[in-house]
């Protein structure tokens, strides 16, 4: 719902680079606090984390309403929204792996396609609030939605009965604190160490990488290549719509291949794109380079889930999607970073084959790892979507 907060700050006259500056206010935080937040929540439960996200996110969308006001307000806004929306995005994926066990493939792929249509949604919606009501009303209707998340966060109920980890006698609420930072990663650390963990993070890396590829420099060079926008708009909202309906079949796909395999064939697919995405010009070869590698991509977040299901404890499924949440925003940031570099010293076109070189490096030495010495117990407990 707060898609069209670029415009909004656009229209009162922000320039550019503020405008990006105050987007990205809503990324600083979680890059430092995912770990810790999904600590806490392993250990005092997702559905408090859950509740106090809603809460977040409905005191965010309340100082967005209020810049009509005073636009200054949407400092902090963007600050609290980026943490609330970080808390809830973590814990409702971990409580979904925790209380998934008695039906786990229709819980998993449920959470996966609304989460996709609720994506595709929202901007659809706050497009067509702002249109007719306004800005100030679509702040409202997001604030509104956030009471709506917090009604349903009580309503939930957690299968493990969370820890009761209070503050050690003697200790000050700082040193709690200290003590909950320095665990936190230090126990990330050891599990991302952990050899099936890290090829798993370094494969939705490299998912993360090309996505953030198709939804920042994609439009971008077919705009310079000729195209109009509205046919840009077409070729990705094929994609989109791509990675949605293949939530729907990816419990027949797991039932065919594991999720490491399914996770390869994914990579290959998205990298391909971004080799084929240059060499032509037809809209109909294009549509479907969209269309597989929208497919690629859409079964990213299930594929991850399932993966950390199988390789981490349960006491850890909150840190464990902490991390993944660290890896998701660096490729983020090393996106376009590398792309700009690619593009300003040989071209757009050819730093397209550039970083599908790298990507591709990365993926083949990885296998190449993986095939000197495989991972053992691929399937160490039920599969999510195996049942």
Not at 118 to 132: E, I, K, R, S
Not at 277 to 304: E, I
Request: net charge positive; proline share 3%; hydrophobic share 50%.
């Amino acid at each position: 719902m707060i898609t069209v907060l670029s415009t909004f700050l656009s229209r009162n006259g922000l320039e550019e680079i503020a405008v990006g500056g105050i987007l990205g206010l809503q990324t600083i935080l979680p890059i430092f606090l995912s770990i810790p937040f999904g600590f806490i929540g392993d250990r005092v439960g997702h559905k408090k984390m859950i509740t106090f996200g809603s809460v977040g996110m409905f005191l965010g969308a309340g100082l967005c309403y209020l810049t009509s006001q005073t636009l200054w307000l949407i400092v902090p806004a963007q600050l609290i929204s980026g943490v609330a929306q970080m808390t809830v995005w973590i814990s409702a994926q971990a409580l979904i792996l925790e209380i998934g066990t008695s039906c786990p493939d229709r819980k998993i792929a449920q959470f996966s396609t609304l989460t996709a249509l609720g994506q595709a949604a929202g901007p659809l919606m706050a497009g067509f609030l702002v249109d007719f009501y306004g800005y100030s009303f679509d702040f409202f209707a997001n604030a509104l939605m956030s009471l709506i998340m917090l009604g349903c966060a009580m309503l939930l109920s957690s299968k493990r009965s969370a820890e009761k980890n209070g503050a050690a006698p003697g200790h000050s609420l700082r040193q709690e604190l200290r003590s909950i930072l320095v665990n936190s990663y230090w126990q990330g650390i050891e599990l991302a160490r952990k050899r099936d963990v890290f090829y798993t993070l370094v494969f939705t890396f490299l998912l993360a990488f090309t996505l953030n590829q198709r939804t920042s420099f994609y439009p971008i060079y077919l705009h310079e290549s000729g195209w109009g926008v509205s046919m840009i708009g077409i070729l990705i909202s094929i994609g989109s719509i791509s990675a949605i309906l293949v939530r729907f079949i990816c419990p027949l796909l797991l039932a065919r291949m594991s999720a490491w395999t399914l996770m390869q064939v994914c990579n290959v697919v998205s990298i391909a794109g971004m080799f084929l995405t240059p060499l032509f010009d037809s809209f109909y070869v294009l549509a479907v380079v969209s269309c597989f590698t929208g497919l690629a991509l859409g079964l990213n977040q299930p594929l991850s889930l399932q993966l950390i299901y199988q390789f981490t404890d349960s006491q850890q499924y909150g840190l464990s999607i902490g991390i993944r949440m660290i890896c998701n925003r660096l490729a983020q940031f090393v996106n376009p970073l590398s792309f700009a570099l690619f593009s300003h010293v040989v071209g757009m076109g050819i730093a397209f084959y550039l970083t599908g070189a790298l990507l591709i490096s990365v993926l083949l030495f990885a296998n190449h790892r993986l095939s000197i010495r495989p991972i053992a117990n691929i399937k160490p407990k039920r599969g999510i979507f195996h049942g």
